[in-house]
């Protein structure tokens, strides 16, 4: 039987590479997009939300979801804590170093070897939400691709939108250097969207 505390971030991490490859197949994505189509298909052909309001709302909601997985599977406390200690370690250190004082550098050596420990255990332990946030994420990107406007379409509330800094765009075109509009538009949301939540929520920084 796997050990899932053990090998947990391992499989997570195996599983968000198979995502990313999942999204450079075509067959995967269409299948995936028609799928949700059923079930978000309707706010734009029966209510007539908005192709770009749409990825407000869903922005909205990765956004919720997303910073409920991470409150609830990192441990924000153990986080500050290594964040806090490094912080003091690189001022010993420096001042160690500063000074010449050989036997407390070797010292700080020992501690700093424990300390990295401590932040690749972190950095695992973010592994697990990471790919469950992918699994509820990518199918959203993938129903995103599946109704982007087509290229060339006449400008219109459906196709085009007012981009910061870019002005009058179409969402199926690029906004800059190889970043489409749509996706320029969801990051704007979703970092927007998610300040807030992560704020009410009361959740740090990654």
Not at 13 to 24: D, N, P
Not at 44 to 54: A, C, E, N, W
Not at 137 to 154: D, H, K, M, S
Not at 157 to 173: D, H, K, N, Q, R
Request: aromatic content about 12%; some cysteine; overall charge positive.
């Amino acid at each position: 039987m796997v050990d899932l505390k053990k090998h947990g971030p391992t499989i997570a991490l195996i599983f968000t590479m198979l995502v990313f490859v999942s999204y450079s197949i075509g067959g995967i994505r269409e299948t995936v997009g028609s799928m949700m189509n059923i079930i978000l298909g309707p706010f734009i052909d029966v209510l007539g939300v908005p192709y770009f309001v749409m990825i407000m709302i869903l922005s909205s909601v990765t956004g919720l979801y997303s910073s409920l997985v991470q409150k609830y599977t990192i441990d924000y406390d153990k986080m500050q804590e290594v964040q806090a200690k490094a912080r003091v370690f690189q001022k010993e250190f420096r001042e160690a170093q500063l000074s010449g004082d050989e036997k407390r550098i070797k010292k700080l050596q020992g501690k700093q070897e424990r300390m990295m420990q401590d932040q690749l255990d972190l950095s695992k332990q973010q592994f697990t939400p990471m790919a469950i946030i992918l699994l509820l994420t990518v199918p959203i990107f993938f129903w995103l691709l599946f109704r982007l406007p087509p290229a060339g379409t006449e400008l219109s509330i459906a196709s085009g939108i007012v981009l910061p800094f870019i002005g009058i765009a179409s969402l199926s075109e690029f906004a800059f250097w190889v970043v489409p509009a749509w996706i320029f538009w969801y990051m704007i949301c979703s970092l927007a969207i998610s300040q807030v939540i992560r704020k009410a929520l009361n959740i740090g920084g990654l």
